[in-house]
């Protein structure tokens, strides 16, 4: 498990972490969302002693990261996937991986088909590789040394939908099997399908951490109802009597009420209702909100 | 709560995993340094100089009928790799940062020092393998001469040996200094083709116009200070020569460029 | 149907869109040798080791009581400008390609000549500015020379050396451009360059010392000692300009044209 204390880093007067702390527990997989430039990467630089903390640290497993002897063999890290030398085929990049780990040479095969790089494929060197083989070439590397904490940088980025999916899988059996993983993303969708665990960053600070449910039930969005009636005008007068705000949205109206008051004020006047549901803006809408402020489109 | 109070079971059991030894190290940055094609080619290029440096003296003395010694051979060979070794101890320092692979090596080694350790006894070992190769064929070459000529000269004194395989490895020695401490091919590269051909001019025009000068140049001029090593053996004044400009050119740009490295934001 | 033939609306209208100018290209690429921090630092620290180097000069000759004219505050820029500025020239066009920055700089404009004369001209261009940055600093030690040594100050520098000396740096900066384009990699350029200017040379002495018939070719393919005449004040007579063009040819021009059909053929990466 990695757990992050107080953990602060500045350049100059910009400070691109600040004060953050949260766990990762075994058996799950955690989300780390933040829009472009929220410190995301920082974090995870320090996590692996890239970086040096200005304050704070970072234990996995209860150890410094400087402190694990041989660490490939209990962390797998994937930082930046084309932060490997361009004339190198992607075969002897594991291979140098595996070497530096003290692996079998076999170990570097069977990673290969795991991510399903070809023979072909492997033999080729890494600057013709596209954007999605060498992350999948990445996430090989980090699992070379069948760590027990996976620590990904937007690992999705350029994977194709299939590649993602079985992306999500792998991840998925990896917790299950009492693995660690962080995952970093600004693609909410993605975390959403396949964390366990969220941890919202904005300008350095953590903004929302829990698991989707609980931080749903905190969103904006509850108590909102969308619906749409054979008579919308009639609807809006009889909710609006009963005290409730009412607005126009696209076919039908926006009510600031549980659905099933709505519901009941509809049987009251005997008014046919086509749709009604709760305004769950799920996850991109509480992200928005949360990281509004960091955001570099201005928020309507 | 369970997630403040972690259970053993979620510590990480490190006690069976035994740090990476650091003859490991040295295999991974030896693999390195030829398994690119540029790296690769570095050292093919260092090999076929020595084999066309030495054909070519065989050639020329041989057609010319002049005399030559065991110890010619290799010296004309050990002054083409005095300009690649050097570069070949920077490549193996730059190549790390120009291809940003640092981050991947330092995550799997957070202990720098032994990172940079590991690459200078590479550059060693490919030093010595150099000269190995340049012996060898300095062997053959003067067979052939002999076989030609009728008579070979074997002279090649142990001073002269010694001093060879020294210079030849400060002069790799050099170039990695100068790449820790620049941590940039280009940059390192063109400081190191000042340091070996422009400062000796500069030096000497400085010594021969100024007295106080003349006396300070041996003491900086690291060059002639490893040149003397061919006059073995070394005098007192000699051996301190040695020792104060090889911690000017060696120690001082390594400590700082190690120093560097072990701070640096690895990007 | 509409989707086959489509109508003159679909048809992208280029009509109106000039292609990119020439000097436009220029003062992008000129933006481009100034705009990161090592392009910066190779401007500023080859300034001021021109400036260095000539200040030292003046030290060590005011010093010494040395005798010292206008045109030895110029030769002392072998040591500096003469060594930057094919430096200069080799990372004008490997920079391109190490930071793959060309895969930009091709799709912006795809007539590759273009881009490379562009860069050929800003090279040329930074000759020229090395070359007058030079002149006033010596300008300057050679006046300072007079006024803190008492002699006689000496301005000996002709209209022809100066052009002599321009075509000298100029030539510099095209040798180091010409290894660029053929190698595409800036530290086997500056290797290659380095070995060219320092080693060659004595390489070509010795054969020429040994060898009877490679006495007489030497100067025809030895383009660093057919540059001797721009700068000992000897002057170039015919003989040494035939060895000029012809030795340029082989050091200039052939790896430039093989490079730059490289760099037209080239896959960009």
Redesign the interface.
């Known amino acids: ?1 990695i757990t992050v204390e107080g953990l602060t880093r500045k350049y100059g007067t910009f400070t691109a972490v600040d004060d953050v702390s949260f ?1 990762c ?2 058996g799950r997989v955690t989300g780390f969302l933040g829009p472009n430039g929220a410190g995301k990467t920082t974090t995870m ?1 320090i996590m ?5 903390p200005t304050a704070g640290r970072v234990t ?4 410094l ?10 962390v797998g ?1 994937l ?2 996937a ?7 085929t992607g075969r ?1 990049i594991l ?3 595996a ?4 692996l079998d040479g076999s170990r570097v095969d069977e990673m290969l088909e795991l991510v399903s790089l070809t023979p072909g494929e492997a033999k080729r060197r890494l ?2 590789y596209s954007l999605g083989m060498k992350q999948r070439l990445g996430i090989a ?1 980090a699992l070379l040394g069948d760590p ?2 996976l620590i990904l940088d937007e690992p999705a980025n350029g994977l194709d939908p299939a590649g993602i999916r079985w992306m999500r899988g792998l991840l998925k059996g990896y917790a299950e099997r ?1 693995g660690t993983v962080l995952l970093s993303s600004h693609l909410l969708n993605e975390v959403e399908l396949i964390a366990d665990e969220m941890i919202l960053i904005g300008h350095g600070k953590i903004v929302a951490q829990g698991d989707k449910k609980s931080l749903l039930a905190g969103a904006k969005g509850s108590g909102t109802t969308f619906v749409t009636a054979l008579d919308n005008q009639v609807l809006a007068e009889a909710l609006q009597a009963k005290g409730f705000v009412v607005a126009g949205a696209g076919d039908g109206l926006r009510v600031e009420t549980e659905p099933v008051e709505v519901g009941r004020t509809a049987a009251e006047k005997a008014i046919v209702l086509t749709d009604l549901r709760a305004a769950d803006g799920g996850l991109e809408d509480l992200f928005l909100e949360l990281t509004s402020d960091t955001q570099r489109e201005g928020m309507a | 709560m369970s997630a403040t109070t972690p259970a053993l079971g979620h510590a990480l059991d490190i006690s069976t995993t035994r740090p990476t030894p650091f003859s490991r190290l040295v295999r991974v940055e030896l693999r390195k340094s030829y398994d690119t094609r540029a790296s690769f080619w570095l050292l093919m290029v260092i090999g076929l100089i020595v084999l066309a440096t030495e054909v070519i003296v065989l050639i020329v003395t041989t057609v010319n009928d002049e005399s030559i010694q065991f110890g010619d051979f290799i010296g004309a060979a050990a002054f083409m790799t005095s300009f690649l070794l050097p570069v070949l101890g920077i490549m193996l320092v730059t190549s790390e940062w120009g291809q940003r692979t640092a981050m991947v090596t330092f995550a799997l080694e957070p202990r720098r020092p032994r990172v940079i350790a590991a690459k200078a006894v590479v550059g060693v070992l490919l030093t010595l393998a150099t000269v190995v190769v340049a012996i060898v064929l300095g062997l053959v070459c003067n067979l052939v001469y002999g076989a030609i000529q009728g008579d070979a000269d074997w002279t090649f004194g142990w001073a002269g040996f010694f001093a060879f395989i020294v210079n030849q490895t400060f002069a790799m020695l050099g170039g990695f200094a100068l790449a820790a401490l620049l941590l940039n091919t280009a940059g390192a590269i063109v400081v190191f083709f000042i340091y070996k051909w422009v400062l000796p001019i500069l030096i000497g025009i400085g010594a021969a116009l100024m007295a106080w000068f003349d006396k300070l140049a041996p003491w900086i001029d690291f060059l002639s200070a490893q040149n003397e090593l061919y006059d073995w053996p070394l005098t007192g004044d000699q051996w301190a020569h040695l020792v104060v400009s090889g911690f000017i050119w060696l120690v001082i740009p390594i400590v700082i460029g190690v120093w560097r490295i072990l701070r640096a934001e690895v990007k | 149907m509409s989707t086959t033939a489509p109508g003159l609306g679909h048809a992208l209208d280029i009509s109106s869109t000039s292609p990119t100018p020439f000097s436009r290209l220029v003062r992008v690429e000129l933006r481009k040798t100034w705009d990161t921090r090592a392009g910066l630092w190779l401007l500023i620290s080859t300034a001021v080791v021109t400036a260095l180097v000539m200040v030292i000069q003046l030290a060590v000759v005011v010093a010494n009581d040395l005798q010292v004219s206008y045109n030895d505050f110029l030769t002392s820029t072998n040591f500096s400008i003469g060594l930057l500025l094919p430096v200069i020239g080799i990372l004008l066009l490997t920079s391109e390609w190490s930071q793959r920055t060309a895969m930009v700089t091709f799709s912006l404009e795809p007539r590759r000549p273009h881009v490379i004369a562009a860069k050929f001209v800003v090279g040329i261009g930074l000759a020229v500015v090395a070359v007058i940055i030079a002149l006033v600093l010596a300008t300057i030690c050679n006046a300072l020379y007079g006024a803190l040594s008492g002699d006689t100050v000496v301005w000996d520098q002709s209209a022809e050396q100066t052009a002599y000396f321009v075509l000298l740096q100029v030539i510099g900066m095209l040798t180091g451009f010409a290894f660029a384009a053929l190698l595409l990699n800036s530290p086997a350029a500056i290797v290659l360059y380095m070995v060219y200017s320092f080693v060659l040379p004595g390489l070509f002495g010795l054969g020429a010392a040994l060898i009877g018939w490679f006495e007489k070719i030497q100067p025809w393919i030895d383009f660093n000692d057919a540059q001797t005449g721009l700068f000992d004040g000897n002057g170039m007579s015919g003989d040494d300009w035939a060895h000029f063009a012809v030795s340029g040819f082989i050091w200039l021009v052939v790896p430039l044209g093989i490079g730059i059909a490289r760099v037209l053929r080239a896959e960009v990466k």
Do not use: C, F, K
């Open positions: 498990m766990v527990q075994p630089r692996v002693g890239l970086t040096a996995i497993g209860g150890h990261y400087q402190d694990i002897p041989n660490p490939g063999r209990h890290v930082l930046d084309s932060a490997q030398h361009a004339g190198r002897e291979e140098l991986g070497r530096t780990m003290g600057r013709n590397h027990s904490v009492g």
